[in-house]
């Protein structure tokens, strides 16, 4: 009568180990995607005034606000804003509420660091304002002005220790930009916009190192409030 043996158990351990080692070589290492945040807040003395097809004064009904970046994942934001039958030259408004997150292309595993990606012309943001001329359903838009924003203000800090470990994202912008035709260069108004850049949980928390001070300040002060109240 044939015996079958059974393997030795350090046998069938040693190939267990090697077929572990083989799939870790094919597994690639998770590598958190860095996430962006423009924001549009308010709108600044915007000229609409301009020309229509016959040579006469064209007037906006609708205006649109849009942001976009050459190295976002996903598509730009857009936001309308209903001019309500008015016929202003001259436009601003508080409180536009823009808001559009989006993951970057920046991949830490090429050669080209993510500090140089960061340099590329492509990591720019840019802030356009369109108008949307009364009575035209197509080919009415046109464009009033835009203004940029470049990433590579943040490109140096990403790398610095702690960037990763902070509770907040770094801020590249948080002030005017100024929107000009970008045929003539004349300046046609300024929008108020931040940007930000950090990991996923950086960004969608939401505040920053001016919120932060705010509250320390509300906290320190929070007997003077009570006695007041």
Not at 20 to 31: D, G, H, Q, R, W
Not at 137 to 157: F, I
Request: hydrophobic residues 35%; proline residues 4%.
């Amino acid at each position: 009568t044939n015996v079958t043996s059974r393997p030795d158990d350090s046998i069938v351990m040693e190939e267990k180990e090697k077929h572990i080692i083989e799939a870790m070589k094919v597994v690639k290492p998770f590598i958190p995607t860095l996430y962006m945040q423009a924001n549009v807040a308010h709108l600044s003395k915007v000229n609409l005034q301009h020309t229509d097809d016959i040579g006469g004064r064209g007037f906006y009904g609708t205006l649109k606000v849009r942001v976009g970046c050459g190295i976002a994942v996903r598509n730009g934001g857009e936001m309308d804003i209903d001019l309500e039958g008015g016929r202003p030259r001259i436009y601003s408004k508080a409180d536009v509420g823009l808001a559009w997150m989006t993951g970057l292309t920046v991949d830490p595993t090429l050669e080209e660091s993510p500090s140089e990606q960061l340099k590329d012309k492509k990591a720019t943001v840019v802030f356009e304002v369109w108008g949307v001329e009364e009575g035209r359903k197509t080919g009415g838009d046109r464009l009033v002005g835009l203004g940029t924003v470049e990433l590579k203000g943040v490109a140096e800090a990403l790398t610095k220790e702690g960037s990763a470990t902070s509770p907040y994202p770094l801020s590249c912008h948080d002030e005017w930009v100024a929107i000009k035709n970008p045929f003539t260069g004349n300046r046609m108004g300024k929008i108020y916009a931040t940007v930000k850049v950090g990991l996923k949980e950086q960004i969608e928390r939401g505040g920053g190192h001016k919120e932060a001070k705010l509250i320390q300040r509300k906290w320190r002060n929070r007997d003077e409030t009570k006695e007041k109240e």
